[in-house]
């Protein structure tokens, strides 16, 4: 069975600090996507990366970056220099490669605040 | 162009009432996907549907929940006789197809379900 772990529940920052948000996961399957959306208090997921199991090439997009490690299991995201606008909830979430089935196990997600 | 579009957004209902929830896709989306989101949690997957084939309904909770995609576009999700545990958020993603480099699921704003 598929599994994501987002230990950090709450994390509270003063804007312009940088933020990384921790992701675990557990699968079997040798080919697998990763992926990261924000939801912001208007409640619609909104879809920030996703990441193919055989690409460990690390992404920098404008204040975001990946890290993903396969040999940890992990894929985390980091928010540099954050801004109020960046306060949110961010899920963590994983689908099979195969199959015609692509359902996303997601992660409990982890709370960001950014203070003035 | 048009994201995800679901109503209503917010639903009161009485234990026992039977409720119908809506979920237009983007167009041209073969996939469509339903999800409950408990208060504090991620979304968890309930069913999903490939055109207006119902591939896999594992995640549904009873047999209280009924999905359909008669023509393969507008998915109703249905709940009879609502019980209180069924008060979450109920999220409707879609993704061009699934499986392979264009499954990213994109999700609607959700249907706030209040069961009293």
């Known amino acids: 069975a598929q599994k994501v772990t987002q230990a950090q529940t709450e994390i509270s920052v003063v804007e312009k600090e940088d933020v990384t948000l921790d992701c675990v996961y557990e699968?079997?399957?040798?080919?697998?996507?990763l992926f990261w959306y924000k939801q912001p208090p208007s409640g619609e997921l909104v879809f920030l990366i996703r990441?193919?199991?055989?690409?460990?090439q690390n992404e920098i997009s404008g204040r975001y970056s990946w890290n993903f490690q396969k040999s940890t299991s992990s894929f985390n995201f980091t928010i540099t220099a954050s801004q109020v606008v960046d306060s949110a909830v961010y899920f963590c979430?994983?689908?099979?490669?195969?199959?015609?089935?692509?359902?996303?196990?997601f992660g409990k997600g982890i709370t960001l605040s950014v203070r003035p | 162009g048009a994201g995800v579009s679901q109503s209503p957004r917010y639903k009161v209902a009485k234990r026992g009432q039977d409720v119908a929830l809506r979920c237009d896709p983007i167009?041209?989306?073969?996939?469509l996907f339903w999800y409950q989101q408990a208060l504090g949690q991620g979304p968890e997957f309930l069913t999903y549907?490939?055109?207006?084939?119902?591939?896999?309904k594992s995640g549904l909770p009873s047999d209280r929940f009924f999905a359909e995609r008669p023509e393969g576009s507008v998915s109703t999700l249905k709940i009879q006789r609502t019980q209180q545990e069924d008060s979450a958020v109920y999220l409707c993603?879609?993704?061009?197809?699934?499986?392979?480099?264009?499954?990213?699921?994109?999700f609607g704003p959700g249907t706030r379900l209040t069961v009293l």
């Open positions: 699968t079997r399957d040798t080919t697998y996507y």
């Open positions: 990441r193919n199991s055989f690409d460990e």
């Open positions: 167009s041209g989306h073969v996939s």
């Open positions: 979430a994983l689908s099979d490669y195969t199959g015609a089935n692509s359902k996303l196990t």
């Open positions: 993603a879609s993704s061009w197809t699934s499986g392979g480099a264009t499954d990213t699921q994109y």
């Open positions: 549907f490939q055109n207006e084939a119902q591939l896999d």
